[in-house]
T-cell receptor, first 116, second 112 residues
Framework: GAVVSQHPSWVICKSGTSVKIECRSL??????MFWYRQFPKQSLMLMAT?????????EQGVEKDKFLINHASLTLSTLTVTSAHPEDSSFYIC????????????FGQGTRLTVV | EDQVTQSPEALRLQEGESSSLNCSYT??????LFWYRQDPGKGPEFLFT???AGEEKEKERLKATLTKKESFLHITAPKPEDSATYLC?????????????FGGGTRVLVKP
């Protein structure tokens, strides 16, 4: 299957600082990537759709100024959690698909963010 | 509004005890139904895609089936390594791009 790599796997940061998470498609180009947030024992909650070369599309209730998304190339999307607070602590996961037609999505390994 | 509901929320099985997980969906128009496996602290791992009612897919001890209202993931003679959370997701005609809507997942624990 296709490989999507996410980095870092875990990060601890202080309140008020910003954290950047990278999502890379290693063996295919992805014009669209998705960012999810997952709370313990819950399912994935879509945060935003990352579009290469254009602005991200955010889901209702997700603060675009808090969660900055940049899709600078066909293989890289980044999520920056700005001015992090303890309530931003969570598991963040990205996904990408090989093409725009109806194909399966492949997920990164996830990033565990802890804000202290 | 598109909805995906998985049941049960949790399932405890003895090794070798076959069972089925359910994913029921109410969507405007189904473009695809996907099953994923997720281990603790990891991202979901793709298992199957089903596109039309009557379709079936198999992989080792897992078999996925699809009807017009629901999908089942059958686990035959499970082993402890099948313990994981199984996620069902749908892609609909209305969804932009390849956006997925996930169910709540079923946590499966297989005891030796």
């Amino acid at each position: 299957g296709a490989v999507v790599s996410q980095h870092p796997s875990w990060v601890i940061c202080k309140s008020g600082t910003s954290v950047k998470i990278e999502c890379r498609s290693l063996d295919f180009q992805a014009t669209t990537m998705f960012w999810y947030r997952q709370f313990p024992k819950q399912s994935l909650m879509l945060m935003a759709t990352s579009n290469e070369g254009s602005k991200a599309t955010y889901e209702q209730g997700v603060e675009k100024d808090k969660f900055l998304i940049n899709h600078a190339s066909l293989t890289l999307s980044t999520l920056t959690v700005t001015s992090a607070h303890p309530e931003d602590s969570s598991f963040y996961i990205c996904s990408a698909s090989r093409s725009k037609v109806n194909t399966e999505a492949f997920f990164g390994q996830g990033t565990r963010l802890t804000v202290v | 509004e598109d909805q995906v509901t998985q049941s049960p929320e949790a399932l405890r099985l003895q090794e070798g005890e076959s069972s089925s997980l359910n994913c029921s969906y109410t969507v405007s128009g189904l473009r695809g139904l996907f099953w994923y496996r997720q281990d603790p602290g990891k991202g979901p791992e793709f298992l199957f895609t089903l596109y039309s009612a009557g379709e079936e897919k198999e992989k080792e001890r897992l078999k996925a089936t699809l009807t017009k209202k629901e999908s089942f993931l059958h686990i035959t003679a499970p082993k402890p390594e099948d313990s994981a959370t199984y996620l069902c997701a749908v892609r609909t005609i209305k969804a932009a791009g390849n956006k997925l809507t996930f169910g709540g997942g079923t946590r499966v624990l297989v005891k030796p």
